[in-house]
């Protein structure tokens, strides 16, 4: 069952949940992103998936969804216990910096940082570095990147932070692209889909060597898994 404490290092985890995913073998990670508010589909993706997977990532647009998610899974036992062990997200351009929860969620809150009161606030960082099994994922929403110019900034970004593998979101649009020696996952939108794709989000598997992931789409009887229409 996760621990509900948001640490220094900006994850939500326990200290050795965070560790034990950063190196435990044949990871499975939810990436989701561009929830806006669609708490219902959110927390059925989590319901329905999260205790077989080790990871969640938010690539951002999801504060108002991961903070109900916290504040649910506070008075509920059964739905904390759906939510992987650790937690990593990140601030998108539709999100605070902050959001006030009402009870501490930081732990060993350092003097340099109490300007703010973030022991009793959810932190939104623009970025986030999370390891699965030695992988190190960078984690950002894409429009501080200016992805609808292209994903050369998200490589340059994961190259400044010795990254091979980048979770993003923004465009709404799914996509599994390569640059160079670098992986750049956009699960979609669970909420509001572009360009003719599903609502969807993805499931990223870290293997020792490599990592995949895998697309599945929303529909009112299901999930299905199903290969994003790449453009020309």
Known sequence: MITLIQQNNRLIG????IQ???????????????????YKTFKRIITEFGKTCDGLILCGDCYADITALILEARADSNLQASIPSVIAFVQGNGD?????MGFTIKADCKE??????????????????????????LITH?????????????YFKAQEN????????????????YNKDCTLI???????????????FAILTAEDKFVDVAF?????????????????
């Open 112 to 137: 340099e940082e109490k300007e703010f009161d973030f022991s009793k606030s959810l932190y939104f960082p623009q970025k986030q570095i999370l390891c699965v099994n030695n992988h190190d994922i």
């Open 142 to 154: 894409g429009h501080n990147e200016h992805i609808y110019s292209g994903l050369e900034q998200l």
């Open 186 to 200: 956009n699960p979609g939108s669970c909420s509001l889909p572009r360009g003719g794709q599903p609502a969807s």
């Open 20 to 38: 034990a995913l950063s190196c435990k073998k044949s990871a499975r990670v939810l990436v989701i992103s561009d929830t806006h508010g669609n």
């Open 96 to 100: 605070p910096s902050r959001y006030p």
């Open 14 to 17: 326990s200290l050795d949940d």
């Open 216 to 232: 599945i789409k929303i529909m009112e009887s299901g999930f299905s898994l199903f290969n994003p229409v790449r453009f020309a």
């Open 162 to 177: 010795f990254c091979k593998v980048v979770c993003y979101g923004h465009s709404h649009y799914p996509s599994n692209d």
